[in-house]
């Protein structure tokens, strides 16, 4: 079973920049498309970026042009760049594969690391 393990989370000013890391372990993460979600207090989670393993990408409207979502198969390691980060932003980020075709979830999650934006 894949585990994931986030990083590069912490508290930044808005209009500021971050950028999470996601290690996968096992030798299955280069065929699987990989998602970043969010899930902010109170609310469900969701996918706000996701690359295939082809490297094709997708971006939930609330990000388009902030973010980036890469990755590097040699390094079991999928990132996302996050600029112009502003409050609403917040919340705990998780990474997961995920099916492309559907974008749904497919594996355990991790722990998140945890976003906090100031006004």
């Known amino acids: 079973q894949v585990q994931l393990v986030e990083s590069g989370g912490g508290l930044v000013q808005a209009g500021g920049s971050l950028r999470l890391s996601c290690a996968a372990s096992?030798?299955?993460?280069?065929?699987?498309?990989m998602g970043w979600y969010r899930q902010a207090p109170g609310k469900q989670r969701e996918l706000v970026a996701g690359?295939?393993?082809?490297?094709?990408?997708m971006y939930a409207d609330s990000v388009k042009g902030r973010f980036t979502i890469s990755r590097d198969n040699a390094k079991n390691t999928v990132y996302l760049q996050m600029n112009s980060l502003k409050a609403e932003d917040t919340g705990v980020y998780y990474c997961?594969?995920?099916?492309?075709?559907?974008?749904?979830?497919?594996?355990?999650w991790g722990q998140g690391t945890q976003v906090t934006v100031s006004s």
């Open positions: 997961n594969a995920i099916l492309w075709a559907g974008l749904r979830p497919l594996g355990s």
């Open positions: 096992g030798s299955t993460f280069s065929v699987n498309a």
């Open positions: 690359i295939s393993r082809f490297g094709s990408t």
